[in-house]
């Protein structure tokens, strides 16, 4: 019988033989070296040596017996695993499989005895379709044969915490056919450097083409356990053959209030403490090792022929990424392509508590808060499960709850992954939940708005609707979305559409940026203490506060982007009014008051004028880094509220200023057709914009003399007035004549059929919906041009 095998010896074939995670090692030693993954060196034991121990110690009628008494409701599931691991403690290795496992950590050793990672390796674990995270135990920084066999030994047990047997029993596994594997790995000196999670899907959307990455400081426990809030990062996979382009679509800091290192010695083998503040200001990874990563993630998914789950670490004292582990991800792989299920809420409460959204779902019921794991008996099965973190002993309630909300943790923590492959939806990273929500207290969980998620006070009601993409019809008339913020621009991709027809760059700067572009670059501007205490907190890590801004921009404007590419993305320029734009964090310094901001000193007019014009050059850079160092050349520029000819020609040369000169590097230029103007002088337009998106909210209003904000006056605004739909028809019959595109951004075709049949009757090119209106509206579209059809 073979006791021990050499990681360099085993491939994805062995899995009987060595457990899923030893068999994937093997398969990326062997298989990826050549392609420069990394992974740390290490052997496994058998399972046909764990199979002898048992039988060696006379162990499987009394495991068997515990097992029954369990199922039968004669015992607990605790009493039940405790006996069973009890059992297994108590006996011994024999002389030839300790032998062996000796001689291999002499071999991996060399002269003096190294820190290995011990890992368990079940023989249905990381199997296709359940990922069995946690379940077994590992031991962490483990030095001397003494030490390792104890660790083995108690890895021999753990095949038996509640947790494994209460998935495997969820799982359909029969307890007694699974054997366990034990993985002896070096030890990444993670500690002194980082490490983390990494996806090669997005795991709440399974849009398929990035990568996305967890990292924090020290071991990679604090991540996996989700004790730490993470750095996060998203990779555009189909750029990353280009060594020219970084394609880095989102980088966020998380706050990494801690981190796992080594211990002192003796039994004290990892220890927790808390990071400076220069570590929590800080990424812990550079873009080079972000995008060397990423690399690595592409090339295993690729070897494998599906998506993968993987953790990493990097060694703090030589620099070096390693890969420590990958099974397959087992949820979004799973979905159906073209099954899309959309959730609403139709109702509003009080938010209690935020967080990262995990999955899409909404649920209501009563929050059963529990802080500590010795508390989880008091759980009511279909509450809301409230806590500061989960680990592999929390599955068993959390495959009984409703919903999820954690203190801590990220989007690759446990409670995330168990959370995604139960099917539940939940909110981790929440700060805290655990004193916000009052125990007791009935609240709804939404997920539905995209990558945060709200608790709110209260059961709110919802709508839930499946549809089959499969079945919904194709039209003539292009199909657009209207997109606004980077959080949920993941949650729609698998929508039929062709493209972005309106990205509001305002809504990246009001929401992720939240400060004036001039008060950063003129800081001495800003009088009041806090908003500079608060400019200067956001701005940390930047040499200069400027980059702070074009950086956010166009990580916003790529992620919204990535989902459509090569399809056309129009990203609208800033179209604030002033009155919003003095909201923003120092905009009170650089904004004055207006009686009327819908038709004051807002769109075109900034971008040359000198209050603004600085301003304007950061968007620009935005822009030009999106598609020159990111890699979307897709992205087309749109010029919102532009109100004359000679105002375009002064727009277009300040861009061209600043490295956006139309017809460059296959850079398009867009103009909103949203006032009067645009359509009466629309063929002088056509010859400066290379396409025309109509803007019915403020055609309607300066064609009617509407305030579109005067709820007095709701019942005149309306986009189907004659008057109105007599210059939209102008402007398209205007556009095709002179050869350029022109297309609509707004609710109307959604709200109102006849508009609908209006716009196609007209021949528009193009219709840009909201994302939950993409879904009810083509079958609309399909409808008018049926109709079109036969007249």
Same mark, same amino acid.
């Given at each position: 019988?073979?006791?021990?095998?050499?990681?360099?010896?085993?491939?994805?074939?062995?899995?009987?033989? $060595?457990?899923? /995670?030893?068999?994937?090692?093997?398969?990326?030693?062997?298989?990826?070296?050549?392609?420069?993954?990394?992974?740390?060196?290490?052997?496994?034991?058998?399972? @046909? #040596?764990?199979? @002898?121990f048992?039988?060696?110690?006379?162990?499987?009628?009394?495991?068997?017996?515990?097992? !029954?008494?369990?199922?039968?409701?004669?015992?607990?599931?605790?009493?039940?695993?405790?006996?069973?691991?009890?059992?297994?403690?108590?006996?011994?290795?024999?002389?030839?499989?300790?032998?062996?496992?000796?001689?291999?950590?002499?071999?991996?050793?060399g002269?003096?005895? $190294?820190?290995?990672?011990?890992?368990?390796?079940?023989?249905?674990?990381?199997?296709?379709?359940?990922?069995?995270?946690?379940?077994?135990?590992?031991?962490?920084?483990?030095?001397?044969?003494?030490?390792?066999?104890?660790?083995?030994?108690?890895c021999?047990?753990?095949?038996?915490?509640?947790?494994?047997?209460?998935?495997r029993?969820?799982?359909?596994?029969?307890?007694?056919?699974?054997?366990?594997?034990?993985?002896?790995q070096?030890?990444?000196?993670?500690?002194?450097?980082?490490?983390?999670?990494?996806?090669?899907?997005?795991?709440d959307?399974?849009?398929?083409?990035? =990568?996305?990455?967890?990292?924090?400081?020290?071991l990679?426990?604090?991540?996996?356990?989700?004790?730490?809030?993470?750095? /996060?990062?998203?990779?555009?996979?189909?750029?990353?053959?280009?060594?020219?382009?970084?394609?880095?679509?989102e980088?966020t800091?998380?706050?990494?209030?801690?981190?796992?290192?080594?211990?002192?010695?003796?039994t004290?083998?990892?220890?927790?403490?808390?990071?400076?503040?220069?570590?929590?200001?800080?990424?812990?990874?550079?873009?080079?090792?972000?995008?060397?990563?990423?690399?690595?993630?592409?090339?295993?998914?690729?070897?494998?022929?599906?998506?993968? !789950?993987?953790?990493?670490a /990097?060694?703090?004292?030589?620099?070096e990424?390693?890969?420590v582990?990958?099974?397959?991800?087992?949820?979004?792989?799973?979905?159906s392509?073209?099954?899309?299920? =959309?959730?609403?809420?139709?109702?509003?409460?009080?938010?209690?508590?935020?967080?990262? #959204?995990?999955?899409?779902?909404?649920?209501?019921?009563?929050?059963?808060?529990i802080?500590?794991?010795?508390?989880?008996?008091?759980?009511?099965?279909?509450?809301?499960?409230?806590?500061?973190?989960?680990?592999?002993?929390?599955?068993?309630i959390?495959a009984?709850?409703?919903?999820?909300?954690?203190?801590?943790?990220?989007?690759?923590?446990?409670?995330?992954?168990?959370?995604?492959e139960?099917?539940?939806?939940?909110i981790?990273?929440?700060?805290?939940?655990?004193?916000?929500?009052?125990?007791?207290?009935?609240?709804?969980?939404?997920?539905?708005?995209?990558?945060?998620?709200?608790?709110?006070?209260?059961?709110?009601?919802?709508?839930?609707?499946?549809?089959?993409?499969?079945a919904?019809?194709?039209?003539?008339t292009?199909?657009?979305?209207?997109?606004?913020?980077?959080?949920?621009?993941?949650?729609?991709?698998?929508?039929?559409?062709?493209? =972005?027809?309106? #990205?509001?760059?305002?809504?990246?700067?009001?929401?992720?940026?939240?400060?004036?572009?001039?008060?950063?670059?003129?800081?001495?501007?800003?009088?009041?203490?806090?908003? &500079? /205490?608060?400019?200067?907190?956001?701005?940390?890590?930047?040499?200069?506060?400027?980059?702070?801004?074009?950086?956010?921009?166009?990580?916003?404007?790529?992620?919204?982007?990535?989902?459509?590419?090569?399809?056309?993305?129009?990203?609208?320029?800033?179209?604030?009014?002033?009155?919003?734009?003095?909201?923003?964090?120092?905009?009170?310094?650089?904004?004055?008051?207006?009686?009327?901001?819908?038709?004051?000193?807002?769109?075109?007019?900034?971008?040359?004028?000198?209050?603004?014009?600085?301003?304007?050059?950061?968007?620009?850079?935005?822009?030009?880094?999106?598609?020159?160092?990111?890699?979307?050349?897709?992205?087309?520029?749109?010029?919102?509220?532009?109100?004359?000819?000679?105002?375009?020609?002064?727009?277009?040369?300040?861009?061209?200023?600043?490295?956006?000169?139309?017809?460059?590097?296959?850079?398009? =230029?867009?103009?909103?057709?949203?006032?009067?103007?645009?359509?009466?002088?629309?063929?002088?337009?056509?010859?400066?914009f290379?396409?025309?998106?109509?803007?019915s909210?403020?055609?309607?209003?300066?064609?009617?003399?509407?305030?579109?904000?005067?709820?007095s006056?709701?019942?005149?605004?309306?986009?189907r007035?004659?008057?109105?739909?007599?210059?939209? #028809?102008?402007?398209i019959?205007?556009?095709?004549?002179?050869?350029?595109?022109?297309?609509?951004?707004?609710?109307?075709?959604?709200?109102?059929?006849?508009?609908?049949?209006?716009?196609? &009757?007209?021949?528009?090119?193009?219709?840009?919906?909201?994302? !939950?209106?993409?879904?009810?509206?083509?079958?609309?579209?399909?409808?008018?041009?049926?109709?079109?059809?036969?007249?």
């Open positions: 019988m073979q006791h021990v095998i050499d990681f360099a010896d085993i491939g994805l074939a062995d899995l009987p033989q $060595v457990g899923g /995670k030893n068999a994937s090692l093997g398969e990326m030693i062997r298989e990826l070296g050549a392609q420069g993954v990394s992974v740390p060196g290490g052997f496994a034991t058998t399972s @046909a #040596a764990f199979r @002898a048992i039988d060696a110690n006379d162990l499987r009628a009394g495991i068997s017996s515990a097992l !029954d008494r369990y199922h039968a409701g004669e015992a607990t599931l605790q009493v039940t695993g405790l006996a069973i691991r009890d059992t297994i403690l108590g006996g011994s290795f024999s002389d030839e499989t300790a032998d062996a496992i000796r001689a291999a950590y002499r071999a991996l050793s002269a003096h005895p $190294v820190p290995v990672a011990v890992r368990s390796s079940a023989t249905a674990e990381d199997l296709p379709d359940a990922s069995f995270a946690g379940q077994q135990e590992t031991f962490l920084n483990v030095v001397g044969e003494h030490d390792l066999l104890d660790a083995c030994l108690r021999y047990a753990s095949l038996f915490t509640d947790r494994a047997i209460s998935y029993d969820l799982n359909g596994i029969d307890q007694l056919d699974v054997a366990l594997s034990i993985g002896v070096r030890m990444v000196r993670s500690d002194s450097g980082g490490s983390g999670v990494m996806f090669s899907i997005d795991t959307s399974g849009f398929p083409d990035v =990568v996305v990455i967890s990292a924090a400081w020290g990679g426990e604090t991540v996996v356990q989700g004790i730490v809030d993470p750095d /996060k990062y998203v990779v555009f996979k189909p750029f990353l053959d280009d060594p020219t382009l970084s394609p880095i679509i980088k800091v998380g706050e990494k209030a801690t981190k796992m290192v080594l211990g002192t010695g003796g004290v083998r990892t220890r927790i403490k808390e990071t400076t503040a220069t570590e929590r200001a800080r990424l812990v990874l550079g873009d080079d090792e972000v995008l060397a990563l990423a690399r690595w993630a592409v090339a295993i998914e690729r070897h494998y022929g599906r998506p993968m !789950d993987m953790e990493w /990097k060694d703090g004292v030589t620099g990424l390693f890969i582990q990958a099974r397959p991800e087992t949820v979004q792989s799973r979905r392509a073209t099954k899309f299920t =959309v959730h609403r809420l139709t109702g509003t409460g009080d938010v209690l508590a935020t967080g990262a #959204a995990i999955g899409d779902a909404i649920a209501t019921g009563p929050a059963c808060v802080k500590s794991a010795a508390d989880i008996e008091r759980f009511v099965d279909g509450s809301i499960l409230v806590t500061e973190m989960t680990d592999p002993d929390w599955v068993p959390m009984r709850a409703a919903g999820i909300v954690t203190d801590h943790g990220g989007s690759t923590s446990h409670a995330a992954i168990v959370s995604r139960l099917g539940i939806p939940a981790v990273g929440s700060g805290s939940a655990t004193h916000d929500i009052p125990d007791g207290a009935i609240v709804t969980l939404s997920c539905a708005d995209g990558d945060r998620g709200e608790v709110y006070a209260g059961a709110l009601p919802f709508e839930t609707e499946e549809i089959d993409l499969g919904l019809p194709t039209t003539r292009k199909v657009l979305v209207n997109v606004a913020t980077p959080a949920a621009a993941f949650q729609w991709w698998r929508l039929p559409v062709s493209g =972005v027809g309106l #990205a509001r760059m305002e809504f990246i700067i009001n929401n992720l940026i939240t400060v004036h572009p001039m008060a950063l670059i003129h800081p001495e501007r800003v009088t009041d203490p806090a908003e &500079r /205490k608060r400019i200067a907190h956001l701005t940390r890590g930047y040499a200069d506060p400027r980059d702070y801004f074009v950086e956010t921009l166009a990580l916003g404007i790529a992620k919204l982007a990535a989902p459509h590419h090569p399809d056309p993305v129009i990203v609208r320029m800033s179209d604030f009014k002033t009155n919003e734009y003095a909201h923003l964090l120092g905009g009170a310094a650089f904004e004055g008051e207006e009686e009327n901001p819908m038709i004051g000193f807002r769109g075109a007019s900034r971008y040359y004028d000198s209050r603004y014009r600085e301003g304007f050059e950061l968007e620009c850079r935005a822009i030009r880094r999106v598609r020159e160092q990111i890699g979307f050349r897709n992205v087309i520029v749109m010029i919102p509220f532009c109100r004359t000819v000679g105002e375009a020609d002064r727009v277009l040369e300040v861009m061209a200023a600043n490295g956006l000169k139309r017809g460059e590097n296959g850079l398009e =230029v867009y103009m909103m057709c949203e006032i009067p103007a645009n359509v009466v002088l629309a063929e002088q337009f056509a010859t400066r290379d396409g025309f998106s109509i803007g909210n403020d055609l309607t209003q300066l064609t009617l003399g509407v305030d579109r904000d005067s709820g006056l709701a019942a005149l605004f309306d986009e007035d004659p008057a109105v739909t007599t210059l939209i #028809a102008e402007a019959r205007k556009a095709h004549a002179a050869g350029i595109k022109i297309g609509i951004c707004g609710q109307g075709p959604s709200d109102h059929a006849d508009f609908a049949q209006f716009l196609v &009757r007209e021949g528009i090119d193009s219709i840009s919906l909201n994302p !939950d209106s993409v879904l009810k509206t083509l079958p609309r579209i399909a409808e008018a041009e049926a109709l079109v059809a036969t007249v």
